[in-house]
């Protein structure tokens, strides 16, 4: 067993995507979810999510639960020291000495970035947009992308706190596939009106620049609780028509009713259904990007050795991450010979 002065031992971060069975652990992780609870004996423990940008891990604490427990809290940076094993074929660690860092911990080990350069992305959104035609669109649009303090949140905000795109830049790249599905399925279906889809497709997300703090340790700001990201969308939305003269109504309340439908049910938080056809063609681009990223990056960080991933409790399902294994050759003659000798006893 570790010993706590283990701790004290300078040694290289222990990324979460590489560790394996048997490794030893001492490392500092952003403390994601902490919960205690109490064994049959009455004896306490704890349960936490590690993560640093490369993914999260599950952690137990069994001996001086409570006292490492007093120590922190979720959201803040813990130094690990520990062991990887194996429990119900999943990886986790045990851990048997942590501490709070001594200094400040570079921000850069828990902050998960896109993989896309958001400069790229940037100049990809742009180009996305322009063929919008319209002249009050065309306005309304370039308002937005004028803004310095807005694009420079856009570039940086998560688009989620948990299932997609969930990292700093998170929201530029999902707005930016959204947008570019947006004008191929403009070009597919000519009866849809795409200027106002593409520039929806834009804006759909916006109030999630509200919504989220900054990684490293997303979280709910008191707007994002109280309003959330469709309200807070349609306000910014707002703020940016006072400046354009003669904006058609008609258009306004459009590009509103886009924005406040784009969820597609009201279990699923919107205020209002879809009720025209590009509402609902936005609806269902952003929840293809939303669950192809999402899923994506679950199957990728999954840790339980086969074809299948872990039980998926958002979607109540096991994934198929990998090749179907066949049945190893000859396994049907055997069957079909047990099954002869099985009829032969009657």
Same mark, same amino acid.
């Given at each position: ?21 048997? #490794?030893?652990? #001492? ?8 919960? +205690?609870?109490?064994?049959?004996? /009455? ?26 427990? &007093? ?36 921000? &850069? ?11 790229? =992305? ?7 947009? *322009? /063929? ?5 669109? *065309? ?7 004028? #803004? ?18 969930? %990292? ?12 570019? =599905?947006?004008? +191929? ?10 200027? @106002? ?5 834009? @804006? ?15 979280? %709910? ?14 306000? =910014?939305?707002?703020? !940016? ?23 597609? +049910?009201? #279990? ?22 939303? !669950?192809?990223? /999402? ?17 998926? *409790? ?6 198929? !991450? ?7 050759? /000859?396994?049907?003659?055997? =069957? ?5 000798? +099985?009829?032969?006893?009657?």
């Amino acid at each position: 067993m570790m010993k706590k002065n283990d701790l004290e031992k300078a040694s290289s971060h222990a990324w979460i995507r590489d560790i394996i069975e048997e #490794d030893r652990i #001492d490392s500092c992780y952003l403390v994601r979810e902490k919960s +205690q609870g109490t064994t049959r004996n /009455g004896k306490p423990f704890l349960t936490l999510t590690l993560s640093d940008r490369t993914g999260e891990i599950p952690a137990v604490v069994w001996e001086k639960a409570e006292e490492f427990s &007093s120590l922190f809290v979720e959201g803040e940076a813990v130094v690990v020291a520990g062991l990887a094993s194996s429990y119900r074929g999943r990886l986790q660690v045990t851990v048997s000495a942590l501490k709070r860092p001594e200094k400040e911990p570079d921000s &850069s080990l828990f902050c998960e970035t896109s993989p896309m350069d958001p400069a790229r =992305m940037m100049r990809s959104l742009k180009e996305a947009l *322009r /063929g919008v035609s319209d002249p009050h669109l *065309r306005a309304l649009v370039d308002r937005f992308l004028s #803004d310095r303090k807005f694009t420079a949140l856009l570039k940086n905000a998560p688009a989620a706190k948990n299932f997609h795109h969930s %990292y700093l830049g998170g929201l530029l790249e999902h707005t930016l596939s959204v947008c570019e =599905m947006a004008v +191929q399925i403009a070009r597919h279906y000519p009866r849809l009106n795409g200027d @106002l889809l593409v520039v929806s497709a834009f @804006l759909h997300d916006i109030g999630k620049i509200r919504e989220f703090t900054s990684p490293p340790n997303i979280e %709910y700001t008191d707007e994002g609780r109280l309003i959330g990201h469709l309200v807070s969308g349609v306000e =910014m939305l707002n703020e !940016k028509l006072e400046g354009i003269k003669s904006f058609p109504a008609d258009l306004a309340i459009r590009l509103k009713h886009l924005i406040l439908s784009h969820h597609g +049910q009201f #279990d699923f938080g919107s205020p209002k259904e879809p009720a025209f056809l590009e509402a609902f063609a936005l609806n269902f681009v952003d929840d293809i990007d939303a !669950k192809i990223s /999402g899923l994506g990056r679950f199957m990728e960080r999954d840790r339980r050795e086969g074809a299948w991933t872990e039980f998926h *409790r958002l979607f109540r399902r096991y994934l198929l !991450k990998g090749d179907i294994v066949p049945p190893e050759k /000859g396994s049907e003659e055997e =069957m079909v010979k047990i099954s002869s000798e +099985q009829a032969s006893l009657f």
